[in-house]
């Protein structure tokens, strides 16, 4: 049993921000914010839900950006992809939110 804290962040402010903006936005953005929204919850509960994805697919842009020794997409609902790292230590696992997009852009990002 794991007794450690699961927390889910953002990679920086300003993905956060712009998740926030999309509660107040149109009715496909606040669709995507509740999609997220339950994602993060998903994500809490059981940190390696989503699909892990093989190192060599790995966005380079990601590798320099973030030090990833892993990596995670999880379904959205129409197409969308989250993308995520986890981080841990002897107390906490920390999820962090690096991106998320429609299908045509995660394939563009991952080079299908």
Not at 31 to 38: A, C, G, H, N, P
Not at 55 to 64: A, E, G
């Amino acid at each position: 049993m794991n007794n450690k804290s699961i927390y889910v962040a953002f990679c920086d402010t300003k993905l956060e921000s712009l998740f926030e903006s999309l509660k107040k936005g149109k009715f496909e953005d606040k669709k995507l914010y509740q999609f997220i929204e339950r994602a993060i919850h998903d994500i809490k509960k059981e940190p390696t839900c989503g699909i892990k994805i093989p190192k060599k697919l790995w966005p380079k842009s990601y590798i320099l950006k973030y030090g990833l020794i892993n990596l995670w997409k999880y379904d959205l609902p129409n197409g969308w992809r989250l993308v995520y790292t986890i981080k841990t230590n002897e107390v906490k696992i920390l999820n962090v939110i690096l991106e998320w997009f429609n299908h045509k852009k995660y394939e563009r990002r991952f080079k299908y």
